[in-house]
């Protein structure tokens, strides 16, 4: 009889939500973590991967914090903070260039140990935040965005990690540079995937 009147479904889509803002709240509060973790190991390094990183990590927080404001609202609700979460991720890739121009302008060779511990600890959060959004991957543009953001940082891990290994090998700060620049264009290519899959959304639900 439960059935019948609907009660499970609504039973199911709560158990949903509270599952999805169990796993947002989790995935905040480590991106909040690795941020400060990585963009002190930025300053102190000089690197422009990490300082690549720690941004993304910061974008992903505002991000996760915005998925969690929209659980169960409408699916136009859901567009729009989407289309915030697409422009956070273009605002990193902006701050992210800057950062590879002065660094063009100012060369130096950044301490590669401690951009390899940090990009270490880094990595294997990532992992573990992609992990627990996986199951939602295919939910809607809400969990489906904040689910990009975590492969990113995973892709994004993986190469600072790269970077550490090019400064070591070669001695320069231009692995390091290019690395940044490999992030760059990541990130433009999530805000242009975040920002379209939002405005058909968007659109959609506005017909």
Known sequence: MGDSCGC??????????AGQRRVLM??????????????????????SSLLS??????????????SLAVIGASLRAKAKVALIKGLLIFGAAV????????R??????????????????????????????????????NMSSAWECSRNDLYEGVAVLLAAAG????DAGWPDLVIAGGLLLMFLRSAWRVLRMAWRSYRDEAK
């Not at 973590?33 to 390094?45: N, Q």
């Open 26 to 47: 989790i995935v905040l509060a480590i991106n909040i973590a690795t941020f400060v973790m990585m963009i002190t190991a930025a300053i102190y390094s000089g690197s």
């Open 8 to 17: 499970g479904s609504t039973v199911d889509i709560r158990a949903l939500e």
């Open 167 to 170: 400064v070591w090998l070669f």
């Open 95 to 102: 701050a992210v260039a800057i950062q590879i121009s002065w």
């Open 53 to 66: 990183g720690s941004l993304d990590n910061l974008g992903d927080a505002l991000t996760y914090l915005l």
């Open 104 to 141: 063009l302008a100012h060369p130096e060779v950044p301490i590669f140990e401690a951009i390899g511990i940090a990009a270490v600890i880094n990595l294997a959060f990532n992992a573990l935040c992609l992990w627990l959004l996986t199951p939602y991957r295919f939910g809607d543009v």
